[in-house]
């Protein structure tokens, strides 16, 4: 059974750092594309990064290089997803996602505010 469980998120300020993680069963996340993705309200869903299989080349949307990091563990079999100096438009719920299948992490809620 697959499963992906998200974890990290929550309220930080400007220029803050959090980390989410997408902690997978049921694959091996090396063999596979893992993207996280954003949904802030109002628009539609958008990807952020993306860690390829096995060598790990890594991909980032324009807004968040620089800032973003995307990392795989293999040992533990989970994707991270290292924000820093979050900004307000980084808030929405960040998805991890491996390309090619239907399944989905639950949501982790990001919000940026002072």
């Known amino acids: 059974q697959v499963q992906l469980v998200q974890s990290g998120g929550g309220l930080v300020q400007p220029g803050g750092s959090l980390r989410l993680s997408c902690a997978a069963s049921g694959f091996i996340v090396d063999h596979y594309i893992i993207g996280w993705f954003r949904q802030a309200p109002g628009k539609e869903r958008e990807g952020v990064a993306s860690i390829s299989s096995h060598d790990g080349t890594t991909h980032y949307t324009t807004s968040v290089k620089g800032r973003f990091t995307i990392s795989r563990e293999n040992g533990e079999n989970t994707v991270y997803l290292h924000m820093n100096n979050l900004e307000p438009e980084d808030t929405g719920v960040y998805y991890c996602?491996?390309?090619?299948?239907?399944?989905w992490g639950q949501g982790t809620q990001v919000t940026v505010s002072s």
């Open positions: 996602h491996p390309q090619g299948t239907d399944y």
